[in-house]
Every structure is written in C-alpha cells, then in structure tokens.
C-alpha cells in the first residue's frame, strides 16, 4: 500500500455525503473545506421533502454550529461565497431508491460527477423503530449501492458502519466480514428480504385494527428488540447496522469499498478544536447524568475497558482511507477492506479511570444549575452485575413502601397507580440498564491490525500526519477527559 498526499487526492474532487446532519459528517465537511478549499465540490445529502427544508437544515444544523466557527475566521467575509460554491445541498433519503433524488438532472449530473461516496447516513437509537432502522441502516446501504453503480468515475466508497456489530462477542474482535443471513448465535434463517415483508405485515396488521401512532411505535420498537436478539445481537441499531454490511458484501462486484467501524466516538482531540461534540452521545449520558447529581450508582466491571475514540481521528482515518483505497493502481482485493477505529488494543482506558476522572472534574467544577446553585457530586455506588443492581433498586426505592407486597397483578397495579411518578422512574431505571447492559460488561477488545497498516503506510508514504492524524497511542486520557471531554461535554451538551 503506497499512499500519496491526502490533500492532492482531495483537490479537484466531488465528493458526496449521505446523512450530512450528523455529527460525524459535519466534522467530515468542516474538515475537507479547511485542509483542502480546492474540493470542487461536495454533495450533501439531507433527508428531506424539498430543496426549500433541505436549505432550512443546512443552515440551522450544519453550517450553523460552531463547529465551523475557525473556517469562518479564516475566509471572513468571503465564508458565505466558498460555501455557495462548495456545497450543494441535495434534498433525498437514503431509504428509497435512487436515494428519492427527484430532480433527474440533478441526479444524473452527480451520477456524471461523483469521485467518492461517504455513506454516514444512519440511526442511532439503540432501540429504534424496526421499519425506521431496517429502511436506512439496512435498506439505505442497498440503495447507495445501487447508486453508486451508477457512479461513472466512482473511485471509492466509504461506508460507516460499528464496530460493535460484533455483538456481545468477547476476546480479540477481528476487523471481518458479515457474510449474508450468518447470525451471531447460530440460528439460521436470517434472511433481509423476509425481515422487511415482516416489519410490512406488522405495519399493516397494526393499521387495520386503528392502532394509535404511539401503540404503533411503541410496536415497533419492541419488534426490532424481539427480532435483534433472536439471530444474537443486542439491540436493533447493530442488528441492522450488521444486515448493512451484509448486503454491502453480495452487491459491491468491482465497486472499491472501504467500511470503517468506529468505537465509541467522542468529543474533538484536536480539531478545530479540542472538545467540540453536539448531543448526548452514549458513554456521555452517564457523565452528564453524575455532574447534574442524578447518578447514584454505576452498573459496570470497572476493570473492562470501553472504547472510545475522539471525532477527528476516525474522520481522519476516513479520508487516509480514502486515499489509500480510491487511488488508481489498487486491484480488487486490497480497495476493500474493514478498519476498526477505536483505542482498546492500542492505548486502552478502563471504566475505573473514567470514574475517578468524574469525580475528580465535577467536585473540582461542579455544574451550575438553573437557580444559580453548584451541584455537588459524589462517590457513587459502583455495582459489578445486574443481581447487585436489582438488590439496590430494591433497597433505595422500594423498602422504604413499608406494608407493600408487590405479589400479585392486583398489587402491582396498585404500586403503579399510588407510586406512578416511582414506577416511571424504575421502568425508565431499567429500560436504560437492559439497553447499555451489553456495553457496559462487554468484554471484548478491538483488533485493529488493518487500521495500524493504514497507519504506518500513511507515515511511510506522502500523507500529512500532521494534519490527518489518527492513532490513538498518543492520547495521555486523563489529560484529554480532564481538559478537553469534560468541559466541552459542559460546554456544549449541559443545559
């Protein structure tokens, strides 16, 4: 693997981007405009109805955001033009075909134009609507496919998967394949075709007996769940993440497809600078709940390392990637291939560093709440399985219901009608721990021995490592979640 300069692989490129409101393909954006202005242009395409609501969310949700507050600073008054010459905003949805691009000479003009296609289009609710989840994580990927076949100078396409479509497997996860209808635990019948006739015949079985949207969606959440953990996977994000990459595998034929499954994405490193994130991103719900002292206990094995990775290493890893896998010269075999994006092989951190480091940011700055008063935080209740969390629930919320025997069906609606704000608080309790549960014992760690390849062939060839930098060796943790995650998680996340 010979690579050449990022930023001349760049130059005179087109460039389209599905999910471009996502905060992953914002950093992607903000970043090919900054390192390279000589893009010719980027295609963004947005989910919507037309070209007028698809310019009110590139407004408002992307070049809006701060994010891009340095490339702002850096063209001042001639920001609003490059921009207008750069990006074009493309009103469409990845769950249909042809991506529903309705303007024809639109459509075919990108087909004419197109050098990459970056797919980060994606739900990411753990327990999403099935029909939601299976048409753009599954079903999208079909069809960028599809349309990328019809890509005449299509060099490569990069497509974002997980890398926790893994699963809840243990020990060293390899960076391979997801074969078509392979499940995780052995049952057969996988099949993608049947998944959707099964999410349509529930569909309509639901709006013939005039069930509400709620019981609908409520449905469908619960069928995703059902469906997930039938073939082994935890929940309906990484199952149909997994169906994705199993379509990718039956219908690239000579397409050039490199997928890059990031770990846990965090806050900015360091660009455009350190700490940028925008919403409450997975591991990011625990320490925003601790600093606003809502949690009282933590349910993990606090020796398991969890995975993170910071936003601008994996986008940095995307365009590396790019570069080595959309250069001319490459023959099929070595411009497709999967790269794990994470830290827990190469520089690991542990749930314990992540508890220590909470306690000791949010005593030293302690959140500020709307009445103007200082939130002080404590040691929580570290719990190491479910059974001590069950015996803690137990103990904090319904011993104290002295006289209540929750023993039958007629007690247990009395205790939800008498204790309703109670009983939400527990159902929401244990919703929360059911989906994070697989995350937060998992017990596996991420080979990246691909990405380290792409590593040392980018620091052997012509790629600036200076500016596309992305191993996480270099990372002091303490330092980056003491001054750079936590303040910009209460910079940009704390209401």
Same mark, same amino acid.
């Given at each position: 693997?010979?690579?050449?300069?990022? $930023?001349?692989?760049?130059?005179?490129?087109?460039?389209?981007?599905?999910?471009?409101?996502?905060?992953?393909?914002?950093?992607?954006?903000?970043?090919?405009?900054?390192?390279?202005?000589?893009?010719?242009?980027?295609?963004?395409? $947005? *989910?919507?109805? +037309?070209?007028?609501?698809?310019?009110?969310?590139?407004?408002?949700?992307?070049?809006?955001?701060?994010?891009?507050?340095?490339?702002?600073?850096? #063209?001042?008054?001639?920001?609003?033009?490059?921009?207008?010459?750069?990006?074009? @905003?493309?009103?469409?949805?990845?769950?249909?075909?042809?991506? +529903?691009?309705?303007?024809?000479? #639109?459509?075919?003009?990108?087909?004419?134009?197109?050098?990459?296609? @970056?797919?980060?289009?994606?739900?990411?609710?753990?327990?999403?609507?099935?029909?939601?989840?299976?048409?753009?994580?599954?079903?999208? @990927?079909?069809?960028?496919?599809?349309?990328?076949?019809?890509?005449?100078?299509?060099?490569?396409?990069?497509?974002?998967?997980?890398?926790?479509?893994?699963?809840? *497997?243990? &020990?060293?996860?390899?960076?391979?394949?997801?074969?078509?209808? %392979?499940? #995780?635990?052995?049952?057969?019948?996988?099949?993608?075709?049947?998944?959707?006739?099964?999410?349509?015949?529930?569909?309509?079985?639901?709006?013939?007996?005039?069930?509400?949207?709620?019981?609908?969606?409520?449905?469908?959440?619960?069928?995703?769940?059902?469906?997930?953990? $039938?073939?082994?996977?935890?929940?309906?994000?990484?199952?149909?993440?997994?169906?994705?990459?199993?379509?990718?595998?039956?219908?690239?034929?000579?397409?050039?497809?490199?997928?890059?499954?990031?770990?846990?994405?965090?806050?900015?490193?360091? =660009?455009?600078?350190?700490?940028?994130? =925008? &919403?409450? *991103?997975?591991?990011?719900?625990?320490?925003?709940?601790?600093?606003?002292?809502?949690?009282?206990?933590?349910?993990? +094995?606090?020796?398991?390392?969890?995975?993170?990775?910071?936003?601008?290493?994996?986008?940095?890893?995307?365009? %590396?990637?790019?570069?080595?896998?959309?250069?001319?010269?490459?023959?099929?075999?070595?411009?497709?291939?999967?790269?794990?994006?994470?830290?827990?092989?190469?520089?690991?951190?542990?749930?314990?560093?992540?508890?220590?480091?909470?306690?000791?940011?949010?005593?030293?700055?302690?959140?500020?709440?709307?009445?103007?008063?200082?939130?002080?935080?404590?040691?929580?209740?570290? #719990?190491?399985?479910?059974?001590?969390?069950?015996?803690?629930?137990?103990?904090?919320?319904?011993?104290?219901?002295?006289?209540?025997?929750?023993?039958?069906?007629?007690?247990?609606?009395?205790?939800?009608?008498?204790?309703?704000?109670?009983?939400?608080?527990?159902?929401?309790?244990?919703?929360?721990?059911? $989906?994070?549960?697989?995350?937060?014992?998992?017990?596996?760690?991420?080979?990246?021995?691909?990405?380290?390849?792409?590593?040392?062939?980018? *620091?052997?060839?012509?790629?600036?490592?200076?500016?596309?930098?992305?191993?996480?060796?270099?990372?002091?943790?303490?330092?980056?979640?003491?001054?750079?995650?936590?303040? &910009?998680?209460?910079?940009? %996340?704390?209401?």
């Amino acid at each position: 693997m010979e690579l050449g300069s990022a $930023l001349h692989f760049l130059e005179d490129k087109t460039i389209l981007v599905t999910g471009a409101t996502g905060f992953l393909a914002k950093i992607f954006v903000e970043k090919i405009l900054r390192c390279q202005p000589n893009v010719k242009k980027l295609y963004l395409l $947005l *989910r919507a109805t +037309d070209t007028e609501s698809a310019t009110h969310r590139f407004h408002h949700e992307i070049i809006g955001k701060e994010l891009f507050r340095l490339l702002k600073e850096n #063209l001042g008054t001639k920001f609003n033009s490059f921009v207008s010459e750069k990006l074009r @905003v493309v009103p469409g949805d990845i769950s249909r075909q042809d991506l +529903d691009l309705k303007d024809s000479i #639109l459509k075919d003009h990108i087909c004419n134009q197109t050098d990459v296609i @970056v797919n980060i289009a994606a739900t990411t609710n753990f327990d999403e609507r099935y029909d939601v989840a299976l048409g753009i994580n599954t079903l999208g @990927v079909k069809h960028v496919m599809n349309f990328a076949k019809k890509c005449s100078k299509l060099k490569v396409l990069l497509h974002v998967s997980t890398a926790y479509v893994c699963g809840e *497997r243990g &020990g060293l996860i390899g960076e391979d394949p997801h074969e078509m209808g %392979v499940s #995780l635990n052995g049952v057969t019948g996988l099949d993608i075709d049947m998944e959707k006739k099964l999410v349509q015949d529930k569909l309509n079985q639901l709006r013939e007996q005039g069930a509400s949207e709620n019981h609908i969606k409520l449905s469908m959440k619960e069928l995703g769940i059902q469906r997930a953990n $039938l073939y082994g996977w935890p929940n309906t994000y990484v199952f149909t993440k997994a169906m994705g990459e199993m379509l990718i595998q039956i219908s690239k034929e000579s397409i050039p497809i490199v997928i890059v499954r990031p770990t846990i994405i965090t806050s900015t490193y360091k =660009e455009p600078f350190p700490g940028w994130v =925008e &919403g409450v *991103r997975t591991i990011d719900s625990l320490i925003v709940a601790y600093g606003k002292g809502k949690l009282t206990c933590f349910l993990a +094995d606090l020796k398991a390392v969890f995975d993170v990775i910071p936003a601008d290493m994996v986008v940095n890893a995307m365009i %590396v990637s790019m570069v080595a896998h959309g250069s001319e010269g490459g023959s099929s075999n070595d411009r497709n291939m999967i790269y794990h994006v994470g830290s827990s092989v190469s520089n690991p951190v542990r749930y314990q560093n992540l508890h220590d480091y909470c306690f000791r940011y949010f005593t030293a700055k302690p959140w500020i709440n709307k009445e103007g008063k200082p939130i002080r935080v404590g040691k929580v209740t570290m #719990l190491s399985n479910i059974t001590s969390f069950r015996r803690y629930m137990f103990i904090r919320y319904l011993l104290p219901l002295k006289g209540l025997e929750l023993v039958n069906e007629a007690s247990c609606k009395y205790f939800q009608e008498t204790y309703r704000e109670l009983y939400r608080k527990i159902h929401g309790v244990m919703r929360l721990v059911d $989906l994070y549960r697989p995350y937060v014992f998992f017990n596996g760690v991420f080979d990246n021995m691909n990405t380290e390849k792409l590593l040392r062939a980018a *620091r052997e060839g012509r790629v600036e490592m200076d500016l596309f930098y992305f191993d996480p060796k270099v990372i002091d943790w303490e330092e980056y979640f003491m001054n750079i995650h936590f303040p &910009g998680i209460a910079k940009y %996340v704390f209401k």
